[in-house]
């Protein structure tokens, strides 16, 4: 006698079967979706962090392996599994946009980024900027919400279980839960111990039960049982144990004469700066010290702002400039470059600057790729894909120093230094990272007498800027302060001094911090592996 099929349970027998039938985790089925080749120790993690941590670990390999791409792989699995259609990726604002681009064009996935009032419910990973997702009515809302997995990158600003983001951190429910951090440990072992409570409570027992079993300071007691138990959780990478060498980085600093008019404007203009700024109100010392970078960059970057405040003798000043020499020096270094068929990246901070030297190209028969913030996806994918197959030059603002890679491109030049040392180190990063096979060539073009070239001699002297793997240094600006601004330390110490040996010598205290805060990064690199790495 046949029995109607009851459709419920039909469907039941299909999902048992489809589940049985799914091969394990030691096959990654998403692998070759993926629109790269990932090296063998980031897919080795992911498959440990899937199959014996049950995704929920702490990635913390040094910087410059591909803790994102780890990251992005377990993500990429959960997903192809249907098991993570619900994906929250909380990083520091800066960081947002770099996501986006790389979860979109190497994994295929695409985001939405969450806005204080929320984010579009249409599938997408959600990436939210830590400095947002921990403010209601955004934080209320993400952590209302079951996620099957969270992903918080630079996890280390989540480990003070009183801070706000640490708050934020601790209440996401999800599922599968990753933290990313190259410093799991920076001062002490409570550090630890609370980034490891975060994915694993319990696991180390209470704050007392730690405290009592391993101590309070830097140095554990049981250290081997430690290790044991941290490597329940975390996964960590040596460039020496994963024989991933990057290429050298090839530093120089072209120091430029500006031609007599120039350097009499930038003066000038200094002067009205400093006197200014004394006194102002908040936000007209923002607008002085833009006027700062934007000189240093070109007069014809800073002079429709001049002419925007009412500053209209300095505004004429900057426009009778009939010869910007950091240009002419520009052309001069990429026609050998051009001869040989070389591909040559060039940053300006300014639109104004880039429309200056897509002009002078232009005139001198050098073909250029242009690529800014105002463009389109699509124009921007055109503009990368014709200095990838065409033109020898792409002229780029910072925007291409936020997610694109191009280490078909080994030679890079900076027509103006970033006062933000972040952004120098992520124009870097286009260039100098795993998957580049030449030497990178790095040419910074500064006028004698700037800013600029005080910043970048404190910050190639005191922390040795360039030879800094890319990572490193928001590990170190990190140990100044939680709330350092180099950029903003600059400008008060430009105010403030009373003349130039003033400003020098108050540039140099500042270079001092920083040489202090790389020194405890260094030594605390080496209390992480202690605790961390194998017996």
């Not at 962090?49 to 049950?54: A, D, F, I, N, T």
Request: glycine share 8%.
């Amino acid at each position: 006698m046949n029995r109607p099929v009851n459709p419920d349970r039909a469907s039941l027998v299909q999902d048992a079967a489809d589940v049985w039938n799914r091969p394990g985790f030691d096959t990654l089925l998403s692998v070759p979706r993926l629109g790269f080749e990932p090296f063998d120790y980031q897919v080795a993690a992911a498959k440990t962090v899937l199959r014996r941590m049950r995704g929920r670990a702490i990635l913390a390999d040094e910087v410059g392996l591909g803790k994102t791409i780890e990251a992005g792989l377990v993500l990429s699995e959960l997903r192809a599994r249907g098991m993570a259609a619900r994906s929250l990726v909380v990083t520091p604002a800066g960081l947002v946009g770099q996501w986006g681009e790389e979860l979109g064009r190497k994994f295929g996935l695409p985001t939405t980024v969450a806005t204080g009032k929320g984010w579009d419910h249409d599938g997408s990973v959600v990436v939210a900027s830590l400095a947002t997702a921990r403010r209601d009515p955004l934080r209320s809302r993400l952590t209302a919400e079951p996620w099957d997995i969270v992903i918080i990158d630079e996890a280390h600003r989540v480990r003070g279980a009183r801070s706000a983001s640490g708050k934020l951190a601790r209440e996401l429910r999800g599922r599968h839960y990753l933290l990313l951090t190259a410093t799991p440990v920076e001062n002490k072992l409570q550090d630890l111990y609370e980034l490891i409570s975060i994915v694993s409570p319990g696991l180390l027992g209470t704050a007392a039960q730690f405290k009592t079993r391993h101590g309070g300071g830097d140095t554990p007691r049981n250290p081997s049982e430690l290790r044991a138990r941290t490597r329940e959780v975390m996964v960590r990478h040596r460039r020496s144990e994963v024989a991933v060498l990057l290429p050298q980085r090839l530093a120089e600093t072209a120091l430029i004469t500006p031609a007599d008019e120039e350097a009499a404007f930038y003066s000038a203009l200094l002067r009205r700066i400093r006197s200014e700024a004394r006194g102002a109100a908040h936000s007209h010392r923002f607008t002085l010290r833009s006027l700062a970078k934007l000189a240093g960059s070109s007069p014809a970057a800073v002079a429709p702002t001049l002419a925007k405040i009412g500053w209209d003798e300095l505004a004429s000043a900057a426009q009778a400039v009939q010869r910007h020499e950091k240009t002419a020096e520009l052309l001069r270094r990429l026609k050998p470059f051009v001869e040989r068929d070389e591909k040559v990246l060039v940053f300006t901070a300014y639109r104004q600057t880039l429309d200056g030297l897509t002009q002078a190209l232009a005139g001198e028969g050098i073909p250029a790729a242009v690529y800014h913030g105002s463009l389109s996806r699509h124009d921007k994918d055109k503009a990368v894909a014709s200095f990838r197959d065409e033109a020898p030059v792409l002229l780029s603002t910072e925007s291409a120093g936020e997610g694109r890679n191009l280490q078909f491109c080994h030679v890079m030049i900076n027509m103006d230094l970033p006062w933000n040392p972040m952004q120098i180190e992520q124009r870097l990063g286009r260039l100098h990272r795993v998957g580049q096979t030449h030497d990178v060539l790095l040419t910074n073009l500064v006028a004698r007498g700037t800013i600029e070239q005080r910043i970048r001699h404190v910050l190639e002297r005191k922390i040795n800027l360039f030879e800094l793997v890319v990572g490193e240094l928001d590990m170190i600006l990190g140990r100044v302060d939680d709330d350092f601004d180099f950029e903003a330390s600059v400008f008060d110490a430009l105010v403030a001094a009373g003349d130039d040996d003033d400003f020098g010598a108050r540039l140099e205290s500042l270079g001092d911090d920083l040489a202090r805060a790389r020194a405890d990064y260094l030594a605390g690199r080496g209390s992480i592996d202690a605790l961390v790495g194998e017996d």
